[in-house]
């Protein structure tokens, strides 16, 4: 999807890795196990790599208000989340701690300008892959395929997916791709359709029984589903295909070969399992494990 306010943990073996609720809360994941960092790294060719050795951090860009995903506490101003544990995973295979990782919120209008700029060395911040934004940065992965679904009320049985929803009242955030997705198919008529700045809002509204549906990317959903178990659930019928990338800068083919290297790694073992697990998969809803592409 295009706009989100936007919704992953290692187990042993070298690697250690939160989809949305409400801004402010602490998350719905569990804390990851401490990663192995690796030793003696080398990208050779790669001058983000460089970079970040010569400056002995390595500074990620992510989101800070997507519970499950990438979410900043108020309180403790940790981040949290299934990006979250993506960018520390490929952090630590890139030789750098947890104390060596800087974070920086980046919004979504703001990723490619931060690449290209050199703000940040990747960002990890549910980044769909598309080939318009391939002509300004590079991508790793994905590491994550999302797509366009529904978060009902745990009780309602009566939304099953896109085609249930003729009559039914669906929100989600002013502009986003998923309510013109709603509006251009008819899903439901115009006058059941709610648009708010963001998508606690929504989620405050299927909660108070005002609409019977809150629409984007599944792995937001998840986040908002995984903090309240009791009351919402994620219909599981995903409508749309939305790939999530690690944003790079476009002309560092070393470093993206690297990334995609770790990710296929984390993915075809059993730390990606175990990061969804600890954190999108509490929502109850599975999830498929995504293929790497390289180009």
């Known amino acids: 999807m295009r706009v989100r306010t936007l919704a992953v943990v290692l187990l042993a073996g070298g690697l250690a890795l939160t989809a949305c609720g409400k801004e402010g809360s602490p998350g719905a994941s569990s804390p990851a196990p401490s990663q192995k960092v690796a030793t003696d790294v080398k990208v050779e060719g790669s001058k983000t790599f460089e970079k970040m050795k010569e400056r002995g ?14 979410l900043k506490d108020a309180t403790t101003n940790k981040y949290s989340g ?5 960018a520390k995973l490929i952090a630590a295979q890139l030789g750098f701690a947890e104390d060596k990782i800087d974070y920086k919120a980046i919004a979504s209008a703001g990723r490619e300008q931060a690449l290209i700029n050199g703000d940040v ?28 679904d529904l978060l009902v009320r745990k009780d309602d049985n009566s939304i099953t997916g896109p085609e249930t929803l ?11 791709t998923p309510i013109k997705n709603v ?15 963001n998508y606690s809002q929504c989620v405050a509204k299927l909660a108070e029984g005002a609409i019977d549906a809150v629409t984007t990317d599944d792995a937001i959903l998840k986040g908002y589903a995984a903090e309240e178990r009791d009351k919402f659930r994620v219909v599981g019928k995903p409508f749309s295909v939305e790939p999530y990338g690690v944003g790079l800068p476009k002309d ?8 995609n290297d770790v990710l296929e790694t984390a993915i075809s ?21 995504p293929v790497i592409e390289r180009y």
């Open 57 to 70: 951090k390595v500074v990620i860009g992510v989101k800070e208000d997507q519970p499950g995903l990438g």
């Open 82 to 86: 299934f990006d979250i544990e993506i």
């Open 121 to 148: 060395d990747y960002y990890v911040g549910t980044y769909t892959i598309n080939a318009g934004r391939k002509e300004k940065v590079a991508f790793a992965g994905p590491y994550f395929t999302a797509g366009q």
């Open 166 to 176: 003729k009559g039914k009242k669906v929100c989600s955030v002013t502009g986003s």
């Open 183 to 197: 509006k251009e198919k008819g899903y439901t008529e115009p006058e059941n359709i709610s648009e708010y700045q």
């Open 252 to 259: 560092d083919k070393p470093l993206r070969d690297k990334v």
């Open 269 to 289: 073992g059993n730390e990606w399992q175990a990061i969804y697990d600890a954190t999108l998969g509490k929502s109850g809803s599975p999830a498929q494990k």
